[in-house]
């Protein structure tokens, strides 16, 4: 009974399954899908790359949804939830921007086997990335580290490990165009709706 309880709450609920879906859709696609395919393609041995990814993703999104929180905890005021609105709405322009990469961009840490490379490779590729970004809005936007970073980790997992075993077949199957446009509209609806609350517009 804990664990529904949990997570259809007021606070976990919205930031987990907001997050989930945000990150899911913005990584299809995404320069960190392309890592993931490359690396299976390099190493093909698709478990250690799934959980190279999935620590990768644990560290990364928790250090990123804590400088979200962190900075909604000291920042508090509406000139700054006026930011993480318009950075939502930003995200959305970005979202729509395809992604590229290229074998040569890839960090090549030779020595370690496939599990380390990847975490490697994918912590550090994620650095800037839109899906970072968005994590650290959206702690920003939930004020709460660990429901963020569960549902940015569950979405991450979710486009990644088909990529993983399936390559770039799921590229090619995938509308891409559709799946950017969705998620650029989801941004969109959480910017401008955290603008409208800021504003008063929803009473």
């Given at each position: 009974?804990?664990?529904?309880?949990?997570?259809?709450?007021?606070?976990?609920?919205?930031?987990?399954?907001?997050?989930?879906?945000?990150?899911?859709?913005?990584?299809?696609?995404?320069?960190?899908?392309?890592?993931?395919?490359?690396?299976?393609?390099?190493?093909?041995?698709?478990?250690?790359?799934?959980?190279?990814?999935?620590?990768?993703?644990l560290a990364n999104h928790f250090l990123a949804a804590l400088v979200g929180e962190q900075a909604a905890a000291f920042l508090d005021g509406r000139w700054f939830r006026y930011l993480i609105a318009a950075s939502f709405i930003v995200m959305a322009g970005w979202t729509l921007i395809p992604d590229t990469f290229e074998e040569d961009d890839a960090p090549r840490p030779s020595r370690f086997g496939p599990f380390a490379a990847t975490a490697i490779a994918f912590f550090l590729v994620e650095m800037g990335d839109k899906t970072q970004i968005a994590t650290i809005a959206l702690g920003a936007r939930y004020q709460s580290v660990v429901p963020v970073m569960v549902g940015t980790t569950i979405g991450m997992m979710l486009a990644n490990v088909p990529a993983v075993f399936l390559g770039n077949a799921i590229i090619k199957r995938v509308p891409l165009d559709v799946v950017r446009g969705i998620a650029a509209l989801l941004f969109l609806v959480i910017g401008l709706w955290l603008l409208a609350q800021t504003a008063g517009w929803l009473g």
């Open positions: 009974m804990f664990v529904p309880a949990l997570l259809t709450s007021t606070l976990f609920g919205p930031a987990l399954f907001t997050s989930t879906a945000v990150v899911a859709l913005a990584e299809i696609g995404d320069k960190t899908q392309l890592l993931a395919i490359l690396l299976a393609t390099r190493f093909k041995r698709p478990w250690p790359i799934v959980a190279g990814i999935f620590v990768a993703t």
